[in-house]
């Protein structure tokens, strides 16, 4: 006798956002990205929908990078010193279908560029490469909020996705992306509160729940992840049973995260017993990202080749189960 | 040891006190009240005195702004005093012992509610009560047969066997001084006596012996012991009749405005017997003004009934409440047994006695008993919630099958302190407001209708559903990026303003700044998630409940729509609340009026179970669920848009 399965109903879906315009919709992308969507848990295809599979963004700086560790420099190849040939290589060697540009240079403390030429730096990009953007800032709450408001403008009718908006610090942005046709980023403490609490007063600004993409701030494995990974399942189990100031889909940092743990970073010389640390990282960063997978997250912004490549391949065994 | 001169302004007292103590000491010495929420830490900042002229020794803090230390400004708990001084005493950091106002009063008693079984026809201030009228002292009026040969027992067993006769009392018991008295009293009396019955929980004492026939003079006092407010009623036990009610501010707020501050105060030298002195100082004078007041015998008063939180009882009789905030939080008695209020510095009949409305644990004290003995919801078939909102919220839940209570630490927010203008609800408070929301233009009213000098609990819950309603703060109680007349950057964060200046009773502006909206926001939360979660612990829901009472000073004047709006209670139909503003002095004078009601507190107290919040895993998470306007789950509050 087949195993009956026990089929949950569920009363709610993630939204769907979508990032990049075409010319048709008023911009310049050759593609579009859809995220979410999801009408249950994800991969239970006997009991609903996933009518989007998770998508990796590859992470580009507008700066050679500062900190990454070097097995994560080479992988990538001198192109990391010319942010515009390292865009094109992502997508036209590592086939990437997004990217995600973070506006580091703007930071006081790395290089501190203007407002002005970090706007000119995003024009320059979207003729460069042909997929859709996400822009996020530097870190600094300050200067974030007068690059990106620039950056938004620059980028007008693109429908990129830009970020992040926190608790403290979310009028300025939504206001931007309001004005110039963007997604924004929402991105709390690891609170699942607070996750809600941001996406009302977004939302109650006049941007539509389904502009608004949940960053929950995550930990990389053995750093936090099954925190990160709990608070995901809530907040998408709340989002299922109806409440959809919970429902955005998830964006989940998993390169920033996994490249500055000591896993990632040492090498075999201080830890002989840890192995190559060639290996190690890229292992760290596609368990991180296959974890948060299953947690439910729609977007996954990465760092190492490799580490993409393996992720996409388990992303589409995963989907296969649905054909 | 070098002392020096100091003279505050404008009460023009002088003081001698020894270099390097405090200005904040030398005030209290020379009887000058400043406001100190803290206790002296340098931490409030309430304390601001002016020094005209001398030389001081301070200590920084983030309390005094530029201007002020232009001014001269500092705080008298961390400055010394190195040369004869000049200080000025701005009126923000005075404390206001004067009465309160009759329209505060009037407010504060509104809606005292009681059971109402009729027991007399009456007039308006005659109670009404379902308990038995058996005051705890009795009068009575005897006529002793004169001993003979025949009937030659003693005089204290004659007086024994003539009240058994009378009253059917078996145990009895008197003082030395009474018998050491007696042959000649009876004597002189012609055998004709009026004795004073004090019920000391199972016993019956005869307290006093008095010649002739008095026994029409009886009264007795029932108080409320608050933390900010002390509450006091004189009642004539035999017409049980309330002559008059008083209230006035605990003394004890000099020592800190909480009763942890006042606990850890109670440590230092000489503490515990200061914050006695204070509590039976502020009673005795409640006493001797309604006792005055009513040209009555202080002799013919022989019983006082008090009701307060823990820590309040505790200090009232002096014992050490030390344990009440060590873990695991332990009081040293929650069941008092009847002592002679002399004992506590009570001024009355000096034989008279002291009951204390039993109390729950550490953090439920009488105050809470008292509240649901008036409130009658340990008889009712149908749920409801008692809610005390205060600095230590008391919450109830239950019915006539169980009750069970909690206490939130919500602060001293809607009390006025901790928060920049914060005050008690005294004269000059505001207490009603609204905004326009497309001027920002403030309409409010104050107690007492004199200049505004700050900002009470009810002007505060008025202020935020205001700021809600015209989108001046957002959801999270942050204010709009704009500048303009009323909203504006100061050196301590954002701020709107409530009052200028030029309309107030003080020398600055009235303003409510972020950091304000955000510890209001953690009382509030505090509050409703407590409620929240003890209704979650009894697997029960909102809708369940048929009946919210809302107690304490503050909570008749609050509006509910907009303590709803900020979250503050939950949305239930606004029909279901209650006010019934000092339910906790109710319960004290039921229990003065009654020894069954005092048996029924008894059973209430020992029948509440507490429930520790802290020790449910969730509390946490529905308390940052709660630090939104009204809520983080918004279905939760249909009505609100």
């Known amino acids: ?271 002989p017993a840890w192995g190559p640390e060639a ?45 | ?143 002793l047969a004169e001993p003979t040969l025949d009937d030659s027992i003693s005089d204290l067993e004659r007086l024994y066997r003539q009240v058994r006769r009378v009253q059917g009392v078996a145990t009895m018991q008197t003082g030395l001084y009474n018998i050491r008295q ?78 942890i501050t006042r606990i850890i105060y109670a440590h230092q030298e000489s503490g515990l017997e200061k914050l006695h002195n204070a509590v039976s100082d502020t009673m005795n004078q409640i006493a001797k003004e309604l006792i005055n007041e009513h040209k009555i015998d202080i002799n013919d008063v022989a019983c006082v009934v008090c009701a307060g939180n823990t820590t309040m009882i505790h200090l009232l009789l002096s014992v050490d409440p030390s344990y009440i905030r060590r873990h695991p939080y332990v009081p040293t008695a929650n069941f008092v047994p009847v002592i002679r209020a002399a004992e506590a510095g009570i001024k009355i009949n000096p034989r008279g006695l002291l009951s204390c409305v039993p109390g729950v644990s550490s953090y439920v004290g009488g105050d809470t008993t008292s509240g649901v003995l008036a409130s009658g919801i340990y008889k009712q078939d149908d749920l409801s919630i008692l809610i005390d909102i205060g600095t230590n919220g008391e919450i109830v839940l239950g019915n006539k099958d169980f009750l069970v209570a909690c206490a939130a630490s919500a602060g001293p927010a809607f009390e006025g302190s901790g928060v920049s203008c914060g005050m008690r609800s005294s004269a000059g408070a505001i207490q009603k407001v609204s905004i326009n929301p497309k001027d920002y233009k403030v309409n409010y009213t104050t107690i007492g209708d004199a200049r505004p000098r700050g900002i009470c609990g009810s002007g505060y819950i008025d202020i935020l559903a205001e700021m809600l309603k015209a989108g001046i703060i957002d959801k999270s109680g942050k204010l709009r990026p704009e500048n303009n007349k009323h909203i504006r950057q100061a050196d301590s964060g954002r701020e709107f303003v409530i009052v200028f200046k030029e309309d107030t009773d003080s020398s600055a502006d009235i303003v409510i700044t972020e950091t304000d909206i955000e510890n209001l926001k953690r009382a509030k939360a505090a509050i409703f998630s407590a409620t929240a979660i003890l209704v979650r612990h009894m697997e029960l829901d909102f809708s369940l409940i048929k009946k919210f009472y809302i107690a304490g000073g503050f909570g008749t004047y609050v509006n509910i729509d907009n303590a709803v709006q900020i979250g503050l209670l939950p949305d239930l139909e606004r029909n279901k609340f209650l006010f019934i503003g000092n339910s906790s002095l109710a319960g004290a004078r039921q229990v003065l009026l009654s020894d069954e009601a005092m048996k029924k507190a008894d059973d209430i107290a020992r029948k509440i179970t507490y429930f520790e919040l802290s020790v449910d895993p969730g509390y946490m998470d529905e308390y940052g669920a709660a630090l939104f306007f009204p809520h983080t789950d918004l279905t939760r509050f249909p009505s609100i848009k």
């Open chain 2, 182 to 259: 007696l042959g000649e009293l009876l004597r002189d009396a012609d055998w004709k006596v009026t004795v004073t019955l004090g019920k000391r929980n199972d016993t019956v004492e005869i307290v006093l012996i008095e010649p002739g026939n008095t026994s029409q003079n009886n009264f007795g006092l029932c108080f409320d012991i608050g933390t900010t407010t002390i509450s006091g009623q004189l009642v004539d036990l035999n017409q049980k009749k309330v002559l008059g009610t008083k209230a006035t501010y605990n003394k004890q707020a000099v020592f800190g405005s909480d009763v």
């Open chain 2, 1 to 143: 040891m070098t002392k020096f001169k100091v003279t505050f302004y404008p009460d023009n007292k002088t003081i001698e006190v020894e270099k390097d103590k405090t200005i904040l000491s030398a005030a209290l010495s020379a009887g000058v009240l400043l406001n100190t929420s803290c206790g002296g830490d340098g931490v409030c900042g309430r304390c601001k005195v002016i020094v005209k002229k001398g030389k001081v020794i301070t200590q920084p803090s983030g309390a005094i702004t530029l201007e002020e230390k232009r001014q001269q400004m500092y705080l008298a708990c961390v400055t010394t005093v190195h040369s004869d001084l000049e200080i000025e005493i701005p009126v923000q950091s005075r404390i206001d012992f004067e009465k309160l106002s009759p329209q505060e009063l009037a407010l504060r008693l509104k809606g005292l509610y009681s059971d109402s079984e009729d027991v007399i026809e009456s007039g308006q201030d005659i109670i009404e009560g379902v308990f038995k009228h058996s005051p705890l002292s009795t009068k009575i009026y005897l006529e």
């Open chain 1, 279 to 323: 290996q190690r990282g890229v292992a760290w960063e596609i368990v991180t990202a296959a974890a948060l997978i299953q947690a439910g997250a729609d977007l996954l912004v990465m760092r190492h080749p490799k580490a993409v490549e393996k992720v996409n391949k388990y992303i589409g065994s995963l989907m296969e189960s649905s054909l």
């Open chain 1, 1 to 271: 006798m087949a195993t009956q399965l026990m089929i949950e109903k569920w009363l709610g879906n993630v939204s769907t956002t979508t990032i990049g315009a075409t010319k048709a919709e008023g911009g310049t992308r050759a593609n579009v990205v859809k995220i979410g969507g999801e009408q249950g848990l994800p991969f239970l295809f006997q009991e609903a929908a996933m009518p989007n599979k998770p998508v990796i963004a590859f992470e580009v700086w507008d700066i050679p990078p500062v900190d990454w560790p070097d097995e994560l420099v080479k992988s990538l190849g001198s192109v990391v010193n010319d942010p515009f040939a390292w865009a094109e290589k992502c997508v036209s060697e590592y086939k990437a279908k997004i990217l995600c540009v973070r506006m580091q240079g703007a930071h006081p403390d790395f290089g501190n560029k203007s407002a002005d030429d970090s706007a000119k730096f995003i024009s320059q990009l979207l003729k460069k490469v042909s997929v859709p953007l996400i822009i996020v800032g530097s870190g600094d709450d300050q200067k974030d909020s007068q690059v990106l408001p620039l950056c938004c403008e620059a980028a007008k009718s693109e429908r990129c996705l830009v970020g992040s908006a926190v608790q403290e610090n979310y009028k300025t942005l939504v206001g931007a992306v309001l004005a110039d046709g963007h997604n924004i980023i929402a991105e709390s403490p690891i609170d699942i509160n607070i996750a809600k609490q941001l996406n009302i007063l977004i939302s109650d600004m006049g941007l539509s729940l389904d502009r608004i993409v949940i960053n929950p701030t995550i930990g990389a494995l053995g750093y936090g992840l099954e925190y990160a990974y709990s608070i995901m399942e809530r907040a998408r189990l709340a989002a299922l049973a109806g409440d959809k100031t919970v429902g955005s889909p998830f964006i989940c940092f998993v390169g920033q995260e996994t490249w500055r743990t000591k896993e990632a970073m040492i090498s075999q010389k201080e830890f």
